[in-house]
């Protein structure tokens, strides 16, 4: 039988996790508004609730009275420079005292260890999309337009569209080219990168620079990131390629779509196809519905695509998406500008 030093750690550690997770849960909920992600912190709250009815004995071993850790903190300890920050230390504390859980119930219950562990391993992955979702939201915060923008008849045509795009203030420069051979794709992608200030950290005013479908060839030509297709590579391969600090973007078609990308690290989404396009066909349309779907549930950066333009914006806002990403309607880029929202 475990005894009570024991019992008193796996109490103390116990206390500790969910109290954190609760704090968690409040910036994911309050702070982010994020559904999704708050669904996910509240079911794994719940699941250490339920493996801690396992540990014995509790309540009788406790004696905070006589704690001798309830009076030493660290000046660190009582500041906190905003949510985030209160978030990250909550995060920290619930993984130590995950770690304890695990480590000390082995002594008597293995199995309740294993659960521990898993326990901690799902907060892993939450930590990752709770922080990949506030620095994207930070870093995509006055980007409200992206044109998918081909590689043009030759090198000049190229780079007087891309002058003419950064001339109208658009924030994100999607280069989508299937047709080009690779030696003509890259040369297009470095001399769009020559016309584009690099982005240098979440302050950074200039546009952003994104590779289509080829995250080879935007870490060749040092682009700001890339935009891959539920058919194209995964997440995790991309960013072996391209890097921890480049954006991934990822298209999807349904909510399910939505969440899986959320949790495996994508930077932003697309949505759509929204209406019938000119330049691609689709044989259905998830359509203004996972628009809302989205709007009401996930808070990571989200560009609605397919056949938006000037007329039927209005209708793409009122879903509750500010983001918007075109290719056949690009000409209108100053009037979408300046009917779409500033800024979050």
């Known amino acids: 039988m475990t005894n009570t030093p024991t019992i008193r750690i796996l109490d103390a550690a116990a206390n500790r996790a969910t109290e954190g997770l609760r704090v968690v849960e409040d910036y994911a909920r309050f702070a982010l508004d994020d559904a999704h992600l708050t669904g996910i912190v509240k079911n794994l709250r719940h699941a250490l609730a339920t493996a801690c009815t396992a540990l014995p004995d509790r309540h009788a071993s406790r004696e905070t009275r006589q704690d001798v850790g309830t009076t030493i903190s660290t000046p660190t300890e009582s500041k906190r420079a905003g949510p985030w920050e209160v978030c990250i230390a909550s995060l920290e504390r ?39 979702t506030q620095k994207s939201r930070m870093r995509l915060r006055d980007v409200r337009l992206c044109i998918l923008l081909d590689g043009q008849d030759s090198p000049e045509s190229f780079k007087q569209r891309v002058a003419q795009l950064l001339d109208a203030g658009v924030g994100m420069i999607q280069l989508r080219d299937k047709s080009l051979p690779d030696a003509q794709l890259i040369e297009r992608a470095r001399l769009l990168r020559s016309m584009i ?19 080879d060839i935007a870490a060749l030509a040092d682009a700001d990131g890339v935009h891959l297709g539920q058919d194209d590579m995964s997440v995790k391969d991309a960013r072996s390629i391209v890097g921890p600090r480049k954006l991934i973007g990822v298209s999807t078609h ?7 990308a959320v949790l495996n690290g994508a930077n932003y989404l697309g949505a759509g196809p929204t209406f019938p396009s000119s330049t691609k066909s689709f044989d259905t349309f998830p359509g203004l519905d996972y628009l809302k779907q989205l709007a009401e549930e996930i808070r990571l950066p989200t560009f609605a695509i397919g056949g938006i333009n000037a007329k039927n914006l209005n209708q793409v806002l009122a879903t509750g998406i500010t983001r918007v990403a075109v290719s056949s309607a690009a000409t209108e880029a100053k009037q979408l500008l300046r009917l779409l929202p500033p800024s979050d």
């Open 94 to 132: 619930t993984k130590q005292s995950l770690r304890s859980l695990e480590e000390y119930s082995k002594i008597d219950s293995p199995s309740l260890s294993t659960s521990f562990e898993s326990l901690r391993y799902q907060l892993y992955t939450l930590e990752r999309a709770l922080a990949i």
């Open 197 to 215: 200030p690099r982005q240098d950290g979440a302050q950074n005013d200039a546009p952003i620079f994104i590779i289509n479908d080829r995250p």
């Open 254 to 260: 349904s909510i399910e779509q939505a969440r899986t």
